[in-house]
């Protein structure tokens, strides 16, 4: 038993470092320095609920998300008015890009959308910017940006 001893401790020592590097990698931030921008423009729910439940995923693995709205989704970021739930979620869009904002993600709405649908600034949620067509050039050609269309 005491020849052993030394492979059983060897053994739980590995053991214990390969938990602790997993769970260590499992905090880490896998999309850090990555850019996403997600352009949600469907005002089906479930279509911009995936998109927007891509984009707040890939915020909290650490990308730089930007989520650009516009046609038939410019009344996602808005403050009042009832919004289809996303099952998968048993979320809102409204309440999808709150959490994105909240996480760190920017939200974007058409300029040319919004005056469309006779939005102000103030008619959106907090962290809601309307933007002109330059502002969502701007983060579309940002070097490494990839972009996803819903």
């Known amino acids: 038993m005491k020849k052993l001893l030394p492979y059983l401790l060897l053994n739980l020592l590995l053991m214990f470092t390969l938990i602790t590097g997993n769970a260590v990698a499992a905090d880490s931030k896998p999309l850090e320095n990555k850019k996403l921008v997600v352009i949600v423009k469907t005002g089906d729910v479930m279509e911009a609920g995936m998109g927007l439940a891509l984009a707040h995923s890939a915020v909290k693995k650490g990308a730089k998300v930007t989520v650009v709205l516009g046609a038939n989704a410019a009344l996602y970021p808005v403050i009042k008015g009832g919004q289809g739930i996303f099952a998968a979620k048993g979320k809102t869009p409204r309440e ?36 002109s067509s330059i502002k969502i050039f701007e983060a579309l050609y940002e070097d490494g940006a990839k972009s996803m269309s819903f």
Do not use: P, R
Request: proline share 0%.
């Open 96 to 131: 999808m890009l709150t959490a994105i904002i909240s996480d760190g993600g920017t939200v974007y709405l058409c300029k040319t959308c919004a005056v469309h649908q006779g939005l102000k600034q103030e008619d959106l949620i907090e962290g809601a910017t309307i933007v």
